[in-house]
Nanobody, 126 residues
């Protein structure tokens, strides 16, 4: 079993930046693929960014490409999301998720691919 704990959310003005962190209790075969999702009130859970086990493969939702950067530090069992040029439409609860390495394919934005989820951290841009 893997526990994921997000932190770093908060309130920021449009154009500002935030960095989210996700601390994993351990990195195992179940954390080979890690991703950030977000969910705004009244909307479904949206895949934001994905990173493979070694960090060599990343992908982003079109709405955040060029503004957000996903990274991971395997020595610290931690996943990050650097968010720049934030917009009001980025307001949501942000979740980190992990799954086996083979999930880091074209279907990575599908939330059903992931076995473990954090509790979420709120990001408000206004």
């Amino acid at each position: 079993h893997v526990q994921l704990v997000e932190s770093g959310g908060g309130s920021v003005q449009p154009g500002g930046s935030l960095t989210l962190s996700c601390a994993a209790s351990k990195f195992t075969a179940s954390t080979g693929c890690m991703a950030w999702f977000r969910q705004a009130p009244g909307k479904g859970r949206e895949g934001v960014a994905m990173i493979s086990a070694g960090g060599g493969t990343t992908d982003y939702a079109g709405s955040v490409k060029g503004r957000f950067v996903i990274s991971r530090d395997n020595a610290k069992n931690t996943l990050y999301l650097q968010m720049n040029s934030l917009k009001p439409e980025d307001t949501a609860m942000y979740y980190c998720a992990s799954g086996p390495m083979w999930r880091c394919g074209g279907t990575w934005p599908d939330a059903q691919n992931y076995n473990y989820w954090g509790q979420g951290t709120q990001v408000t841009v206004s």
